[in-house]
């Protein structure tokens, strides 16, 4: 089974702090993702890698940067925390490709509740 | 603009009582239907992948099906241990998902 570990299950910081949340996978997935999920709203996206040292904006990336140097781990950053990032905050990894054209779908970690005080 | 959107948000049932969800959606050049179930505390866990109208999937208790505008997740006497948030997901045109907000299931014993 695929399984995608995200480093902290709670975390609490201060408005104004450099904040890392990463997440490791260990099944040679080409892709990964970050979303946040916030009470009744979808999953967002917030940025995207197919390959080490490739990175794409999401949805929502304002207010964040993400590292990928190596294959299978995939760092967020909150280059200056606010209120507003409180959230949860999901990884994800799949296959970039399936035969047939076909994409397999995403994985994801248990999350990093977020709290920014 | 792309769109999902999942009813009702929140379902109760009884157990042995038969439902059905709904996603709907509006996705250009849509790739994929992707259904997920989620519990409380956990990332959401992936239950099936439709691919194109007519298409069914079954998995114990859930069957899944899509039509050009919808999909539905059958729930066919449900059990107390299948309480979960269930989230759909149309894979656009640049492989990405879209997301809708999730139903609640809420299976009493």
């Known amino acids: 089974d695929v399984k995608v570990t995200q480093s902290s299950r709670y975390l609490v910081k201060r408005t104004g702090e450099k904040v890392f949340l990463e997440c490791v996978q260990d099944?040679?997935?080409?892709?990964m993702f970050w979303y946040r999920q916030d009470p009744g709203l979808g999953l967002r996206l917030i940025y995207f890698?197919?390959?080490?040292?490739?990175?794409e904006k999401g949805d929502i990336p304002e207010g964040y940067s993400v590292s990928r140097e190596k294959k299978e781990r995939f760092s967020l950053i909150l280059e200056s925390a606010s209120t507003n990032q409180t959230s949860m905050y999901l990884c994800?990894?799949?296959?970039?490709?399936?035969?047939?054209?076909?994409?397999?779908?995403?994985?994801f970690g248990d999350g990093t509740r977020l709290s920014i005080l | 603009e792309d769109q999902v959107t999942q009813s009702p948000e929140a379902l109760r049932l009884q157990e042995g009582e038969s439902s059905s969800l709904n996603c709907s959606y509006t996705?250009?050049?849509?790739?994929?239907l992707f259904w997920y179930r989620q519990d409380p505390g956990k990332g959401p866990e992936f239950l099936f992948t439709?691919?194109?109208?007519?298409e069914e999937k079954e998995k114990e208790r859930l069957k899944a099906t899509l039509t050009k505008k919808e999909s539905f997740l059958h729930i066919t006497a449900p059990k107390p241990e299948d309480s979960a948030t269930y989230l759909c997901?149309?894979?656009?045109?640049?492989?990405?998902?879209?997301w809708g907000a999730g139903t609640k299931l809420i299976i009493k014993p």
């Open positions: 997901a149309g894979m656009d045109s640049n492989y990405q998902l879209i």
């Open positions: 996705v250009s050049g849509l790739r994929g």
């Open positions: 439709l691919y194109s109208a007519g």
């Open positions: 099944m040679d997935h080409e892709n």
């Open positions: 890698s197919y390959d080490v040292k490739m990175k």
């Open positions: 994800a990894s799949s296959l970039f490709y399936s035969g047939k054209g076909r994409r397999k779908p995403q994985h």
